[in-house]
């Protein structure tokens, strides 16, 4: 959502995330990311910004990938916006636990 988030040496920092519409990926972004036109490069920008006109969105990706299919990326942009609609529970751990615990609990959640 284009929030800081504060780093193991409690420095804010922003995290940008991309989004890969073809591939359905997300991914932090990097160098390589930030030049290759498949990637939409901050989702922040469309996830929080009502304003946004997402025909714009879609003809600007398409014209920069003429070789997609432009009812693909709508559907795959619409099920990105779908996010926000998304419940996402979490779990609080108390702050004195050790890293092992920390990780079994970590696998045994995502496993499931």
Known sequence: MGEQIIDKEYKKKRITIAFNPIEERFETVT???EKDVKWMKDISV??????????LVIDEYCSLNPDV????VQTRIQKLLEILQTEVGYILLNSDLDIE????????INSA
């Open 101 to 108: 615990t920390v990780t079994d609990i970590f696998i045994r």
């Open 31 to 33: 160098p390589a990311i």
């Open 46 to 55: 469309i996830l929080s910004n009502q304003a946004v006109n997402l025909f």
């Open 69 to 72: 299919d432009r009812t693909l």
